[in-house]
């Protein structure tokens, strides 16, 4: 179970026991923020790519208020960014869609953060299903999650 994989992977922190399971589904910014009493932009969204190796997967955790942009990836990755489809979410990330999270993820997904969550004190991604979160700072983050480093490939509202 997806959840299970990412508190075993918080455990290693001593993190596994601040997971927050809601009792309504957190799949969406908005149903996370709801769920979880913040405001969206600091729900921290992990979207899926291909990777260049099809069987690998670039996960990039934004802002809850940050839109990709295409230009920026392409500039980071040297690829154009495409979506990982249903069929192939679980199995290089780790979890089901609704749930993806830079924790306990297989060696296929390569984790990065976005520098749109730099503007908060804390911020709340996913622990591997649709009803779970933890909060952290973007330095805790950047411990637990273990990224391939900083990217900015995002642009945020006017």
Not at 2 to 21: K, M, W
Request: with cysteine; charged share 20%; glycine share 8%.
């Amino acid at each position: 179970m997806s959840l299970d994989r990412a508190r075993d992977h918080l455990a290693r922190y001593g993190r596994a026991d601040d997971v927050i399971v809601t009792e309504h589904s957190s799949a969406t910014v908005e149903l996370a923020a709801q769920a979880l009493g913040v405001a969206p932009q600091r729900i921290a969204k992990t979207l899926s790519f291909r990777g260049a190796d099809p069987d690998t997967a670039i996960l990039v955790v934004l802002a809850g208020d940050a839109r990709l942009d295409n230009t920026g990836f392409k500039q980071a990755f040297g690829l154009k960014a495409r979506m990982l489809g249903g069929e192939d979410v679980e199995r290089l990330t780790g979890h089901e869609p609704g749930g993806v999270c830079p924790f306990g993820n297989p060696e296929s997904a390569t984790v990065w953060l976005d520098t749109s969550l730099q503007r908060f004190e804390s911020v709340f991604p996913a622990c591997g299903d649709a009803a779970s979160a933890i909060e952290l700072t973007c330095a805790e983050l950047e411990t637990v999650a273990q990224p391939a480093g900083w990217v900015t490939v995002s642009t945020l509202p006017a």
